[in-house]
């Protein structure tokens, strides 16, 4: 009989998460404290094999099947630690082998490696997973505030513009699309100075418009065009 028996994500309990053979493990035995009884919580800690030729002469046997009378657990150990432990179970006693022992060493080795990887790529996928999910609420988070602010801007008679600070148009409110006489998604996405008459004496950037911010100035004239080529002011 095998299992194998793994490190919680908490690191402080055991869990059985596969077992082969004749022995049978009671549900409440499939999970254990790391820091209990048992020759595989005794394995897991120390990082060392422990074999039972006789486990009725163990005092640190922890029972579950009474036909089971020899047990050996080896660590599954990987660079970043021990994550959990093969355990095999037989109804035998001294049921196993020096040549067995290291054998299953060596399985073991490679088991602690193909386990790991697969733990790192379940792990990758969840959070990729997660990420994808945040990505997608946080999505619908901008798109609700996004439509709250639109209909907003839709309720004010004065024409309001979003921009960037490179001068992008990103939001404009139903009073700017009529006064400029263009279709709202042909106007997102533009720069706001094409809107302008570049030859006037005072220049539209977006230098001037800070600075007309932070001094507080009541108004900034200019003259717009029109999409039919009507200037305005």
């Known amino acids: 009989d095998c299992g194998v028996v793994l490190l919680t994500d908490d690191g402080q309990h055991l ?9 049978s493990v009671q549900p409440d035995r499939r999970t254990m404290p790391l820091l209990g009884k048992g020759l595989i919580a005794q394995s897991v800690r120390t990082g060392k094999m422990v074999y039972s030729p006789d486990v009725h002469e163990e005092p640190n046997y922890l029972g579950g099947d009474d036909a089971v009378l020899s047990e050996l657990v080896v660590p599954l150990v990987t660079p970043r630690g021990v994550i959990g432990a093969l355990d095999m179970q037989s109804h035998q006693l001294d049921a196993f082998s020096e040549p067995d022992l290291r054998l299953i060493q060596v399985f073991a080795s490679l088991a602690a490696t193909a386990i790991e990887r697969m733990q790192l790529y379940e792990a990758v996928t969840r959070q990729a997973s997660e990420l994808e999910m945040r990505v997608e609420q946080r999505t619908d988070e901008l798109q609700q505030i996004r ?3 639109q209909a907003i801007l839709n309720n004010v008679s004065d024409s309001i513009i979003l921009t960037d600070v490179n001068g992008v148009i990103r939001l404009v ?16 996405g533009s720069n706001l100075q094409d809107l302008f008459v570049s030859q006037l004496p ?23 065009r029109r999409r039919d080529g009507t200037l305005f002011d």
């Not at 869990?15 to 022995?23: A, E, I, K, M, Q």
């Not at 139903?174 to 263009?182: A, C, D, L, N, P």
Request: hydrophobic share 35%.
């Open 15 to 23: 869990h059985c998460d596969g077992r082969s053979g004749l022995v």
């Open 147 to 149: 439509a709250r602010t």
């Open 173 to 188: 409110n139903q009073s700017f699309v009529r006064m400029f006489g263009y279709d709202r998604q042909a106007l997102i």
């Open 202 to 224: 005072i220049r539209m950037d977006f230098d001037s418009l800070s600075d007309y911010v932070e001094r507080g100035l009541p108004q900034l004239e200019t003259q717009a």
